[in-house]
Structures are given as C-alpha cells and as structure tokens.
C-alpha cells in the first residue's frame, strides 16, 4: 500500500491547475441524454438492478439541480442511498484506497469540512462550467466520501453541476476513464473533453456507446 496520502496531493493539483482555460459550454437543447443512453445501454447490460438505481439517483440529482439545491454532503448522501439501495450513506470513518491500494485517501479531522468548501466552489463565479463540473467530479473521487461507489457518486456529481445550467451531454461514457490525483494536464484535460462532448451532435455519436467499452463505475 502506498504511504502517499493522494488527497493531498489532489489538493494542490486543485490549487495549482489553471481552470480558467476550460472551454465555454453551449446550452441548447439536446438530441439525447447521455447519461440515460449509458444506462440504458452498457449499465443495464452489465446488472439492470445498477441501472435502475442509477438511474433513479440521476433523477433525484436532476431534480436537485432545478431547485438550486446547495450541493453539499447530505445531497450527495441522498442520491448514494438510492445508487446503493441502503438505508444510511455515511462518510467514511477512516483511510480509503483505490486503484488496488496505489492511491490512498487520507482521513483527519478537517477532512469533511474541506470536501464541504470544495463542494461550494461547483457554483463559483468567474470559473468556467466545464471546469467547476470537471473540478467537482475529481473533489469527489479524490475526497472518496463512501464506502463504496464513489465514482458513480462523481458521475452524478459531475451531470447535477451542468445540469444546474441547463446543460446535458448527449454522451457520457468517454468520462469513465481512470483519473489520478497527481495528473493536473488530466484534470485540465476532463474540463476540455465535457466541451468537447457538448459540442457533439447527432452525425458525430452515430454508433454511440454500443461501439464503446465503457468500465464499470
């Protein structure tokens, strides 16, 4: 196991990343749902009762979004109980390790109350959409916050932060790549792709995600 505590390391890669270079988003609206085309397709293939949930839990995010809810832990909370089907979704209690043990997560007693501000920031003004939802998806890989299932939990992060605005990816499943807390050009690089994938039309996803190996989250 690794003695790095990776969550330092993401925040001063955080810090330390010029986010304000992230593209500018498009809000029109779109030809599809990416987020319900991927759990439709390669989810629900994979485990139908995963799908479901998810897609349950999107809901609940989507709706989240329209009220303006603040994002913080307890929204989080209340969309992992629904993608878990349990009755508690607590923060952990101690390390967390990812990446079979290559990546370890820290656990001190300011360790909530950083996730807290960084949650906050996904609404910062002055920073770039593409980039506060990119930001807020690795806060949440890298922070690590449940047990188990936490890169569904960015992925609903990520999707509430643009849906906020009005904005929805006809296509998701290029953001399930594996992400590493010391990499700024891959953080810089995510806020780059959800432009990239804004911008995608119908003749660009023709084949979609069945052509397309998508790794379980």
Known sequence: MTATDSLTTWLRVRRETDWSQAPALRREPPERDGFRDWCAGPVHHRDAIRAERLLSAYSLARADAARRAPLDFT???????VVLGVARASFRTGDAYAK?????????VRTRADFAACLREATEPG??????????YLDVAFFHPFTDGNARAALLTLVHVLARQDIVLPEVGPLQTTR??????????????IGVLNRRRRSSLSGGWQHRPSPAC
């Open 75 to 81: 929204l989080l909370a209340g969309w992992q109980r």
């Open 127 to 136: 920073v770039p959409l593409a980039a506060r939802a990119a930001r807020a």
């Open 180 to 193: 590493y807390a010391d990499d700024p050009a891959g953080a810089a690089d995510l806020a780059t792709l």
């Open 100 to 108: 079979n043990g290559t990546e370890r997560y820290g656990l001190t």
